[in-house]
């Protein structure tokens, strides 16, 4: 199945808040600002204890062979690792045995104990197969329930609604997600992410506690916000989602938000891989950082023509972050030739 045949123009979705945006500075390399203590070899080995290490990927789609090498990569740079974040797409297609099939291979590797799942749009692609073997639009959704889709999410993510809190040695994890598969309630759409009003008022009071306690938060979500990160302003990624204006106004307001989103599978080479995104009206001028998590499964760039072309070659790449007292670093990773691509520090408002 081609991963873009089932996105389409959402038609009368909020546009997105103007906003001042741009690639962090030194986001092709360590920014000039460096935490004041030092930052490590990316093994594990920093001078600071209170450094807290963890891994993010997206979009594995049923790529457990290079899924299996990323996780022998992590285990191998960051052997101590808080945990590792999953952006979404875990499975190609969301069946239940595609879940089991990730949980086998992840059982093989050392991995961290704490995993956070996010789910994505193609954990809702059962309802376009009338069996595993074959595809069937027509007949859309071939007798499977919307419940039956986050059923089976919940069953392996071990949880029981779709956004949620972790923490990764202290540091503060939100997972974020849709709540319906759009095109069950309107057949004009497929993908496009709806937020409950009480998701949002559950992120609203997180974000504010964390910042009361000036503690910088993780934010995980599958599909990228417009104007943001890499492909975030071609046409197929600006209508992900249905209400993004309420998300950037609560994500905007602090300065120590890092959202990470796949979904694109932009390859982290670009320079847009790490921006600021300044959204007017929140009184917060320095904006909030977007970080792209790269992909396990192909990657892709622009075609220059308002579409994108894959990246030929072995493709498999993700982040390390490391939290410091007073700094992030970000550090994008290719899993497929075992190298570090570049990194970023991004330094704490507190």
């Not at 101590?80 to 099939?101: C, K, M, N, Q, W």
């Not at 039956?148 to 993510?157: E, H, K, M, Q, V």
């Not at 009480?198 to 417009?226: C, D, G, I, N």
């Not at 104007?227 to 998300?247: A, F, I, M, W």
Request: charge should be neutral; avoid cysteine.
């Amino acid at each position: 199945m081609e991963r873009r045949a089932f996105i389409s123009a959402t038609g009368g979705t909020v546009a997105a808040s103007a906003a001042v945006l741009g690639p962090v500075a030194g986001a092709g390399a360590s920014a000039a600002a460096e935490p004041r203590r030092g930052h490590g070899n990316g093994h594990g080995h920093g001078h600071d204890r209170d450094v807290v290490r963890f891994n993010v990927i997206s979009d594995i789609q049923g790529d457990l062979g290079d899924f299996g090498r990323a996780l022998d990569d992590m285990a191998e740079t960051n052997p101590r690792s808080a945990g590792l974040g999953v952006a979404g797409d875990i499975t190609p297609r969301g069946y239940d045995f595609e879940y089991a099939a990730v949980r086998a291979e992840i059982k093989k590797h050392r991995h961290p104990k704490k995993v956070a799942w996010a789910i994505g749009n193609h954990e809702f692609y059962v309802p376009k197969y009338r069996d595993p073997d074959t595809l069937a639009q027509e007949s859309w959704p071939n007798g499977t329930t919307e419940d039956s889709l986050f059923r089976s999410f919940y069953r392996f993510a071990e949880r029981g609604r779709v956004f949620e809190e972790m923490s990764f040695g202290g540091v503060p994890v939100l997972l974020l997600g849709t709540e319906r598969y759009a095109k069950y309630h309107n057949p004009k759409l497929w993908d496009e992410v709806w937020i409950s009003d009480k998701q949002f008022a559950w992120l609203e009071e997180r974000l504010r506690y964390w910042s009361r306690r000036r503690k910088p938060v993780m934010v995980l979500t599958h599909h990228p916000l417009p104007n943001t990160v890499s492909g975030t302003r071609n046409d197929l990624y600006k209508g992900d989602y249905l209400q993004p204006d309420r998300l950037l106004g609560l994500l905007g307001r602090y300065p120590d938000v890092f959202l990470f989103s796949g979904h694109t599978h932009w390859d982290l080479d670009l320079s847009d891989w790490v921006v600021r995104r300044v959204v007017p009206d929140t009184a917060n001028l320095a904006g909030f950082n977007v970080i792209n998590t790269g992909a396990i499964q192909t990657g892709f760039r622009d075609n220059g023509k308002g579409g994108e072309t894959a990246v030929e070659g072995a493709f498999n790449q993700g982040l390390q972050i490391e939290v410091h007292r007073d700094a992030v670093l970000i550090r994008a990773r290719d899993f497929a030739r075992r190298r570090w691509m570049k990194e970023i520090t991004v330094p704490l408002s507190r």
